[in-house]
């Protein structure tokens, strides 16, 4: 599978259109052009367990938001790349009060405006699917043999059933990336509560390796810790990745 960067579109109006997106990604364009994201993982690639090919591999990407994961996959020749994310506000895991805090408008805010025009300008084929992680099984979407999920337990109410399900559909390995605090020991997990940036909970590098393994996989492997700089708020965030196998 190969990405053809779109010929239609010249470098002012692509900055143009960029520009009115609030991007999580960055993301390159091709143009000499890279999205303003919050997070740039393109310096911290190498602490990912991911091959540098996926020749005829199809590849699951969990919480895709703006799909700079799904389009890397692309480009390291995946068969088929699918980008799994829920459709708007409405559908986060939003704790009650969060919820009744916000406008009728801002819940049907819809996601995926980042990752329709980069892979618009990209020339992608990676096919997206507004589905929650919960709902994430092999009868709806078949199997793969590589499931990628970032940053993403750390939003959700049941993080282990998630896990549960990411497992169902996992037929090669699974490659999982994690926020982690540093400051928990043991398995321990500290409940957040949901209420700013829709984060449930802080992980302890011990209690994200148990958890994986408890959602059945047989064999979870360590791979990496790094901190990832967050450009809004000017600070690091502790990440730690694991591969982990079925049977």
């Known amino acids: 599978m190969t990405m053809t960067l779109s010929p239609a579109l010249n470098r002012e109006a692509i900055l143009e259109r960029v520009g009115r997106i609030s991007w999580y990604h960055s993301i390159p364009l091709g143009h000499d052009v890279v999205t303003p994201g919050v997070f740039d993982h393109r310096p911290f690639m190498h ?45 986060l895991d939003l704790s009650p009060r969060v919820h009744a805090g916000l406008t009728p408008a801002q819940l049907s805010e819809p996601f995926g405006s980042g990752f329709t025009l980069a892979r618009e300008i990209l020339g992608s084929t990676v096919r997206r699917e507004t589905l929650s992680v919960y709902e994430l099984s092999p009868e709806r ?11 993403l337990l750390l939003h959700l109410l049941n993080p282990l059933k998630a896990l549960e399900r990411m497992r169902s559909v996992v037929r090669g390995h699974a490659v999982i990336a994690e926020c982690y605090s540093p400051h928990l020991p043991f398995k321990l997990l500290r409940y957040l509560g949901g209420q700013q940036w829709t984060a449930w909970w802080a992980f302890s590098y011990g209690c994200l390796r148990q958890m994986i393994y408890d959602a059945g996989f047989d064999r979870v492997d360590p791979v990496s810790k790094f901190a990832l700089p967050h450009r809004v708020h000017k600070r690091t965030v502790h990440h730690a990745t694991f591969r982990a196998f079925p049977h």
């Not at 996926?54 to 068969?79: I, K, N, P, Q, Y």
């Not at 979407?141 to 940053?151: E, I, N, P, Q, R």
């Open 47 to 91: 602490q990912y367990p991911i091959p540098a090919r996926l020749d005829g591999m199809r590849v699951l990407d969990v919480g895709t938001f703006d799909g700079f994961w799904s389009f890397e996959f692309e480009r390291r020749g995946a068969a088929e790349v699918v980008a799994l994310d829920v459709e708007a506000r409405r559908d």
């Open 141 to 151: 979407l078949g199997t793969f043999d590589l499931v990628h999920s970032g940053a």
